[in-house]
């Protein structure tokens, strides 16, 4: 019995793309494993940094995985959810994982030409400017699909790019000095880095399966104020 047995009329076909998670920490970690339920099986993770106990609270890590790297905790993970029993105790998995465990901007994108999807989920905004430069430089090389998601505690962003270049990107992006000005201890939640992770899996469904889907949009939770663009078919 597969895992898709409960939305496989809805959508079938996450195994033909390949997601690259720029950034596996909060909103990064969320969509990953939430693609991982939803049947995608080609990752590639991209992240420097190791899980720390701060990052258990807000992303999909658990204690064990305390001082290991991002992306080997978060590829353990996908492979937790994508296996599979074969015969009666030996598992498999249907996930390929690639690690690129450094700087984005010195290991560099692998761009893989299988309707590439990039998740942009860095904290800085600089970092996400530069990650779009080095991914869409060469446009016969740019991916069918950028979702750039941007957290707070309790509100989050979202903008999906189809056919993306630096010029449309540029003109969603501000600069981290005009970002949230929240301290360092209402910068994230569980619940919301969850909701970000849901909304951005749903966004790249719609997308994947034809359907109408919206560029931009923005919830504030404490008032669940939802502000969105108009539906592009």
Known sequence: MSISLRYEDIVSN????TFHILGCGAIGSSTAIQLARM???NFYLYDMDTVEIHNVGVSQFIMA??????????????HDVSAMIVGEEAMDTIASVYKINGRFENKGYQYTGMNDIVVLGF???????????IIC???KLSPEL?????MGA?????YA????????????????ADGDPEPCTAKATSYCSNIAGSFIVNCIRKIITDQPYNARFSIHLPTLSLDKSKLIS
Do not use: C
């Not at 995985?65 to 996908?78: E, F, P, T």
């Open 123 to 133: 904290d800085s905004m600089q970092a996400r400017l530069d990650a779009v430069k």
């Open 137 to 139: 430089r060469d446009s």
């Open 65 to 78: 995985d305390i001082g290991m790297y991002k992306v080997d905790a978060l590829a353990n993970h996908i």
């Open 154 to 158: 309790e509100h989050f962003q979202q």
């Open 161 to 176: 790019i189809k056919k993306p270049t630096i010029s449309k990107y540029e003109k969603i992006w501000y600069s981290d």
């Open 39 to 41: 049947g995608a099986e």
């Open 14 to 17: 996450m195994g033909d793309f």
């Open 146 to 150: 950028i979702i750039d998601g941007r």
